[in-house]
Nanobody, 115 residues
Framework: QVQLVESGGGLVQPGGSLRLSCAAS????????MGWYRQAPGKQRELVAG???????NYADSVQGRFTISRGNALNSVYLQMNSLKPEDTAVYFC?????????WGQGTQVTVSS
């Protein structure tokens, strides 16, 4: 079992920055990949960025160049640095951890970009 706790969401003006954090506990040695997803009202949950244990990353086109995903050394934590935020980035952001057999989700943290 893996438990995930996100933090760092909030209200920010357009053009501002936020840093999200996700701390993993439990069977962290079994985690092969972690990532951030988001879900806006009335929309499906979508991938924002992912990172593997080996450090390979991938990003949604909509955040490429603005967001950066990084991880702790033991893949027991993952971070999302969000710069140049836009109103369309407003959503609940979820942390996800994948093992060979299971997928785990955090409870989500709200990010609101508004003036």
């Amino acid at each position: 079992q893996v438990q995930l706790v996100e933090s760092g969401g909030g209200l920010v003006q357009p053009g501002g920055s936020l840093r999200l954090s996700c701390a993993a506990s439990g069977s962290i040695v079994s985690i092969s990949e972690m990532g951030w997803y988001r879900q806006a009202p009335g929309k499906q949950r979508e991938l924002v960025a992912g990172i593997t244990r080996g450090g390979n990353t991938n990003y949604a086109d909509s955040v490429q160049g603005r967001f950066t995903i990084s991880r702790g050394n033991a893949l027991n934590s993952v971070y999302l640095q969000m710069n140049s935020l836009k109103p369309e980035d407003t959503a609940v952001y979820f942390c996800k951890a994948s093992t060979w057999t299971n997928v785990y989700w955090g409870q989500g943290t709200q990010v609101t970009v508004s003036s």
